[in-house]
T-cell receptor
Framework: AQSVTQLGSHVSVSEGALVLLRCNYS??????LFWYVQYPNQGLQLLLK??????LVKGINGFEAEFKKSETSFHLTKPSAHMSDAAEYFC???????????????FGTGTRLTIIP | GAVVSQHPSRVICKSGTSVKIECRSL??????MFWYRQFPKQSLMLMAT?????????EQGVEKDKFLINHASLTLSTLTVTSAHPEDSSFYIC?????????????FGQGTRLTVV
């Protein structure tokens, strides 16, 4: 069975500082991995996805994530935090094949990112 | 991206009553919609998958007679929590899959906070 672990339910960084949100997965087959962001009172929005192509994936809003098979990780980073990045972030995993609409997404518990002015 | 509207965003109901949550795809046709449930500080858990015009497929452990799902049109799916009890209090999120452009992609609603008193 697949699982996702997000280390740190709350992360605070100063504006302009590096953002690092951690995600480790467990899957019996090479997975597809996703990061979603949820702003207050809004739906989940896809930030980026890894689907067995390049291991370094670039997403929207300056975020990127690197798939590291040896570490079973897919950490999300952004070089310089902006106030607008404050939100809840979810890591998710799915077995391939995946057509970006597969219902068998397994989500992590989420990490709330706070930006300190 | 496409917009999925979920209504209501918050609802409080008395034990024993039923509550209906709507999920609408506003600018695309959704052949498949998904319903998730999220407990505090826990992952989103898939409850069921609904396809337009057919019965929903429920995940193991989800009571289909308690959580009634109707997907009567390509733009609307409803989740009815029947005879609600306090343990049904949770955050419910819908997701709709768009097939436009030949690339299925899932879009999420903003969620519904249900409190049963």
């Amino acid at each position: 069975a697949q699982s996702v672990t997000q280390l740190g339910s709350h992360v605070s960084v100063s504006e302009g500082a590096l953002v690092l949100l951690r995600c480790n997965y467990s899957s019996s087959v090479p997975p597809y991995l996703f990061w979603y962001v949820q702003y207050p009172n809004q739906g989940l929005q896809l930030l980026l996805k890894y689907t067995s192509a390049a291991t370094l994936v670039k997403g929207i809003n300056g975020f990127e994530a690197e798939f590291k098979k040896s570490e079973t990780s897919f950490h999300l980073t952004k070089p310089s935090a902006h106030m607008s990045d404050a939100a809840e972030y979810f890591c998710a995993v799915s077995d391939p094949p995946f057509n970006f609409g597969n219902e068998k997404l397994t989500f992590g518990t989420g990490t709330r990112l706070t930006i300190i002015p | 991206g496409a917009v999925v509207s979920q209504h209501p965003s918050r609802v409080i109901c008395k034990s024993g009553t039923s509550v209906k949550i709507e999920c609408r795809s506003l600018d695309f046709q959704a052949t498949t919609m998904f319903w998730y449930r999220q407990f505090p500080k826990q992952s989103l858990m898939l409850m069921a998958t609904s396809n337009e015009g057919s019965k929903a497929t429920y995940e193991q452990g989800v009571e289909k007679d308690k959580f009634l799902i109707n997907h009567a049109s390509l733009t609307l799916s409803t989740l009815t929590v029947t005879s609600a009890h306090p343990e049904d209090s949770s955050f419910y999120i819908c997701s709709a899959r768009s097939l436009s452009g030949g690339r299925p992609e899932a879009f999420f609603g903003q969620g519904t906070r249900l409190t049963v008193v």
